[in-house]
């Protein structure tokens, strides 16, 4: 895990606001973490029937353990606000090729007016690239915000994926 941190101050406002990136361990913040997930899952999930929240913080604590998952923690004081999740290792159809794919992106309504988001963003680049990853994908529900903004930040369109319930 990278030992940085870093602090976006928001001035837009009337009063400057404070956020903090950290890179950090899952594993000690399940609890902090559940409401922030079940916020997400809330607003994004497609099949809310099939899509039962119950995260499975084991299997994530083991990839991050194993070096194959990071995860990035934005905070507003000492509240978490959001989040970036991302797996790292060697693409399934071209293994030359370290691949990171982020896997989970959020950030709190709230706090989605200022740059956060982005700083995550650029955060999460920053540690695959320090990682070794050439190549990062990101996935973004259709007509969502992180959907219109990916474009203008350079990423081109890998695929599509469309689901069916069975």
Not at 67 to 93: D, K, M, N, Q, W
Not at 142 to 154: F, K, N, Q, S
Request: aromatic share 8%; net charge positive; with cysteine.
């Amino acid at each position: 895990m990278a030992a940085w941190a870093m602090t976006v101050t928001e001035t837009a406002a009337p009063v400057a606001t404070t956020y903090r990136i950290v890179e950090g361990a899952i594993d000690g913040r399940q609890d902090e973490l559940l409401p922030l997930l079940a916020a997400h899952r809330d607003e994004l999930a497609t099949h809310k029937a099939l899509m039962r929240f119950a995260p499975d913080f084991g299997k994530h604590i083991d990839l991050q353990r194993k070096g194959l998952l990071f995860v990035l923690f934005a905070y507003h004081g000492e509240r978490l606000i959001g989040y970036s999740s991302t797996i790292i290792c060697p693409h399934l159809h071209y293994p030359d090729l370290l691949h990171a794919h982020n896997d989970l992106l959020f950030v709190a309504r709230p706090h989605r007016k200022g740059r956060i988001g982005l700083a995550l963003i650029n955060r999460t680049r920053d540690a695959a690239r320090v990682r070794g990853a050439e190549f990062m994908t990101w996935h973004a529900k259709p007509r969502t915000a992180l959907a219109a903004l990916l474009p203008r930040l350079g990423c081109t369109l890998q695929d599509v994926i469309f689901g069916e319930e069975l």
